[in-house]
């Protein structure tokens, strides 16, 4: 029974271009969300963050949205670089540290 | 600030071996966290603490596994004995009260359990 889904394994975006990556979830209850990022042999690092009462967060090239309606969260990158690929998780939680990940998209980015 | 550090990096042993795993929360923050990743259940929340406390330990999968906190700067998660289907990365994350649910995560243990 799975809170939190990723239903992209993979995604593969031309340097320069937009990445989008999105993430789904089921309780309407959960009312923090977060993106982590993830190299290889390195654990998780945390990337930006949308509190339930907001529909978007900005920082930098990273942009977060969040549809409540529809239960869903999407990140977008623009523009997307090199080093930017790596695994990206989205994150969920209801008024607690207790964190519920998705199962991960590897995303490319192709120079 | 050195971030969370978790020894050893990589581990092989063999079925029935206990394992210790260590980790050392960033200097000030209150919570810490173990999880587990493979590739048939993702990154799975096993057990975390508050100030030293364990708050909830429902991400445990069995007796084999315990978790200890004795102060604010080490942790430890432990398995005895070792199975094969243990095998997976194990992370410790350590977060701050009032800061959001951020979580800084550890570089994690490889576990190999032959």
């Known amino acids: 029974d799975q809170q939190v889904k990723q239903n992209s394994p993979s995604l593969s975006v031309q340097e320069g271009r937009i990445s989008i990556l999105n993430c789904d979830y089921t309780n309407s209850m959960f009312d923090y969300f977060l993106w982590y990022k993830k190299y290889p042999a390195e654990g998780p690092t945390f990337l930006i963050s949308i509190s339930s009462i907001k529909d978007k967060n900005e920082d930098g090239r990273f942009t977060v949205f969040l549809n409540k309606s529809a239960k869903h969260l999407s990140l977008h990158i623009v523009p997307s670089q090199p080093g930017d690929s790596a695994v990206y998780f989205c994150?969920?939680?209801?008024?607690?540290?207790?964190?519920?990940f998705g199962q991960g998209t590897r995303l490319t980015i192709n120079p | 600030d050195a971030g969370v550090i978790q020894s050893p990096r990589h581990e092989v042993t063999e079925m029935g071996q206990e394992v210790t795993l260590r980790c050392k929360p960033i200097?000030?923050?209150?919570?810490l966290f173990w999880y587990r990743q493979t590739m048939m259940r993702g990154l799975e929340l096993l057990i975390y603490f508050n100030n030293n406390v364990p708050i909830d330990d429902s991400g445990m999968p069995e007796d084999r596994f315990s978790a200890k906190m004795p102060n604010a700067s080490f942790s430890t998660l432990k398995i005895q004995p070792s199975e094969p289907r243990d095998s997976a990365v194990y992370f410790c994350?350590?977060?701050?009260?009032?800061?959001?649910?951020?979580?800084?995560f550890g570089p994690g243990t490889r576990l190999l359990v032959l």
């Open positions: 994150a969920v939680t209801q008024g607690a540290q207790k964190l519920v």
């Open positions: 200097s000030g923050h209150d919570y």
């Open positions: 994350a350590s977060g701050l009260s009032g800061t959001g649910e951020t979580q800084y």
